[in-house]
């Protein structure tokens, strides 16, 4: 499990790139809360970890408020969130 920590790890860095003044604060405090209440929350069981932080970033890339230029990223890491998903659930 070290490679999906690290990987997990790596996504949060990703994610603190939302915590810019340009973009609205209601979605930095979403991505925030994302990476600490779920991503990184390791009380919880990897899979609900990675489908609610999955979860809110769809919501954030909906929002009608999102600087333009930050919806690849939340694209690029729902995709990297569903793959690491897929490999937990094989394993």
Do not use: W
Request: contains cysteine; proline residues 3%; negative net charge.
């Amino acid at each position: 499990m070290t490679d999906i920590e690290d990987r997990i790890q790596q996504i949060a860095q990703v994610l603190e790139q939302l915590d810019d003044s340009q973009v609205p604060r209601n979605i930095r405090i979403l991505s925030k809360d994302a990476v600490e209440q779920h991503l990184l929350n390791k009380d919880k069981e990897m899979d609900l970890r990675l489908g609610m932080t999955a979860s809110i970033l769809d919501d954030i890339f909906n929002d009608a408020n999102l600087p333009l230029y930050y919806g690849p990223l939340c694209l690029q890491v729902q995709t990297a969130l569903e793959t690491l998903l897929t490999e937990v659930r094989r394993s």
